[in-house]
Structures are given as structure tokens and as C-alpha cells.
Antibody, heavy 115, light 107 residues
Framework: EVQLVESGGGLVQPGGSLKLSCAAS????????MHWVRQASGKGLEWVGRIRSKANSYATAYAASVKGRFTISRDDSKNTAYLQMNSLKTEDTAVYYC??????WGQGTLVTVSS | DIQLTQSPSFLSASVGDRVTITCRAS??????LAWYQQKPGKAPKLLIY???TLQSGVPSRFSGSGSGTEFTLTISSLQPEDFATYYCQQLNSYPVTFGGGTKVEIK
């Protein structure tokens, strides 16, 4: 059974940092591109970014709204993807989901940026 | 960036109704379109990918069509469990983008 489990969410002050993790199981993680998508309360879905596999040079891509502040990485030995979030803004407050392409999504982790 | 415009943004329908949701792309995206269903407090669930391919386990009352810039999601006979919000997503080019969503409510 495919599982994606996000962790690391919480309350952080504006300007602060947070690192989210996405633990994967049930599929060949090392061969899969992994994405992060977020959703502010009562709002729609916003793609954050993705990291490709080793075979694709771990290439990353980001939404303009987070480029330069967020970094996606992965550790294939741990079947885990990460989202490092720096210089956080109140508008980054959202539930953050990790996804394997289009088909599998985690349950999400809430990030709240507030003073 | 490719913009996806969903219509309507809100839809009120009855059980048994045929429902159609449209997603228009600001430029051609071939068939690189997915449809999702989301219920409150839950992660989105993939319904359709590659514009018209039904995801395994999804009821056959859901269907998708279109290519290029205009796409539709059709629910042939709305069931009580189908009341939810639906999103389209394009994967033709980065950044990946989503439509604004269509909320389907009970009439």
C-alpha cells in the first residue's frame, strides 16, 4: 500500500524557518518525482515545487511565490522528501501536502506563520 | 504561466443529475490535465488523468474529455458521496497550475 506521511508542521513566526518531511512507502521512491502542494484555509490548491529522481539529476522546480525561500530535497536511502522553508511569511500559512506525481497524496501538515 | 479557468465555481444539483464542469487553459496543454475531488479536511483524490483516463477504483460515472485548451469533467448520475469540490490541474509545463475549483452542493 502506498503511503505518504508528512510531518514537521507547526507554528512559526514571520521570518522564521521550518522543515517539513514526507516519509514514503509502498512504491519505488528513488525512481519517483515528488511534489509539494499547499492549500490555505478555505482556498484552492497551489503547487509549491517538485524534485525529480537521481536519474533526472534531482532537478527541482518552484512556484514563483516561494522561489529563493523554499528548497526541496530528498534522501532516497530514507525514502523521504523534504521542504525547507525560510523567510516565512503570513501568506505561507497553509496545509502542505506531498504528492507522488498526480496519483498519491499525503494527509497534509499544517504550517501556521503568525506572531 | 498557464492559467486554468474552471466554470462554474459553484454548482447546486440533485442526486441523479448529470453534472458537467469545464476547465479552460490559457494556452494549449495537449492532454496533460488531471481532475481531483476534494472533501473537507481531506487530501485531494485523483479521478482522471491524461484528460480522459479514469484512475483505478474511481466509479465509471466519472468521465473526462477534451484536449488543447478545453476540458470537461462529467458525472453522469450524481451520488450523495459526490458532493465535494473539484479541481483541474495542468502538467504540460512548469509551474504546474490548478483551476480555482468547483464546489458541488446539494440542491
Amino acid at each position: 500500500e502506498v503511503q505518504l506521511v508528512e510531518s514537521g508542521g507547526g507554528l512559526v513566526q514571520p521570518g522564521g524557518s521550518l522543515k517539513l518531511s514526507c516519509a514514503a512507502s509502498g512504491f519505488t521512491f528513488s525512481g519517483s518525482a515528488m511534489h509539494w502542494v499547499r492549500q490555505a484555509s478555505g482556498k484552492g490548491l497551489e503547487w509549491v515545487g517538485r524534485i525529480r529522481s537521481k536519474a533526472n539529476s534531482y532537478a527541482t522546480a518552484y512556484a514563483a511565490s516561494v522561489k529563493g525561500r523554499f528548497t526541496i530535497s530528498r534522501d532516497d536511502s530514507k525514502n523521504t522528501a523534504y521542504l525547507q522553508m525560510n523567510s516565512l511569511k503570513t501568506e505561507d500559512t497553509a496545509v502542505y501536502y506531498c504528492t507522488r506525481g498526480v496519483d498519491y497524496w499525503g494527509q497534509g501538515t499544517l504550517v501556521t506563520v503568525s506572531s | 504561466d498557464i492559467q486554468l479557468t474552471q466554470s462554474p465555481s459553484f454548482l447546486s444539483a440533485s442526486v441523479g443529475d448529470r453534472v458537467t464542469i469545464t476547465c479552460r487553459a490559457s494556452q494549449g496543454i495537449s492532454s496533460y490535465l488531471a481532475w481531483y475531488q476534494q472533501k473537507p479536511g481531506k487530501a485531494p483524490k485523483l479521478l482522471i488523468y491524461a484528460a480522459s483516463t479514469l484512475q483505478s477504483g474511481v466509479p465509471s460515472r466519472f468521465s473526462g474529455s477534451g484536449s488543447g485548451t478545453e476540458f470537461t469533467l462529467t458525472i453522469s448520475s450524481l451520488q450523495p458521496e459526490d458532493f465535494a469540490t473539484y479541481y483541474c490541474q495542468q502538467l504540460n509545463s512548469y509551474p504546474v497550475t490548478f483551476g480555482g475549483g468547483t464546489k458541488v452542493e446539494i440542491k
